[in-house]
């Protein structure tokens, strides 16, 4: 089964910013919700950002939702196909380090996506790393 594709992630330094790009294959249409996850070494896969895309209602297509670790830094948004999700990371902390995953809901609107088990399918990760 054809994943989502991570692409954009390196080494930085504190303070700097990069930019994650997940590219959907063409088996996977009209998500839900889509959103970016992190786990750092040692520790559980935990969500940053999330997006409503497709909504019944128009007043929450586009809708994002941020951790408090990273609201106000991070910016995640998607192309207007809904094809390809972002994530822009400014300022970026020692502790925004570890491996990021691009996550698809299919039928879950991020209202009801909170966690792992939320999302449908998964990317295999891309490594983020931002040295003090």
């Known amino acids: 089964q054809a994943q989502p594709a991570e692409s954009g992630g390196g080494t930085v330094h504190a303070g700097e910013s990069l930019r994650l790009s997940c590219t959907l294959p063409?088996?996977?249409?009209?998500?839900?919700?889509m959103g970016w996850f992190r786990q750092a070494p040692g520790k559980e896969r935990e969500v940053v950002a999330r997006?409503?895309?497709?909504?019944?209602?128009?007043?929450?297509?586009?809708?994002?939702r941020y951790d408090d670790s990273v609201r106000g830094r991070f910016t995640i948004s998607k192309d207007n196909l809904g094809k390809t999700l972002f994530l822009q990371m400014n300022t970026l902390k020692p502790e925004d380090t570890g491996m990021y995953f691009c996550?698809?809901?299919?039928?879950?609107?991020?209202?009801?996506?909170?966690?792992?088990?939320?999302?449908?399918?998964w990317g295999q990760g891309i490594q983020v790393n931002v040295s003090a």
């Open positions: 996550a698809v809901a299919k039928q879950t609107y991020c209202s009801g996506a909170h966690g792992r088990r939320d999302f449908d399918y």
């Open positions: 063409g088996t996977i249409y009209s998500p839900a919700c």
């Open positions: 997006i409503d895309l497709n909504s019944r209602d128009s007043q929450f297509d586009g809708l994002t």
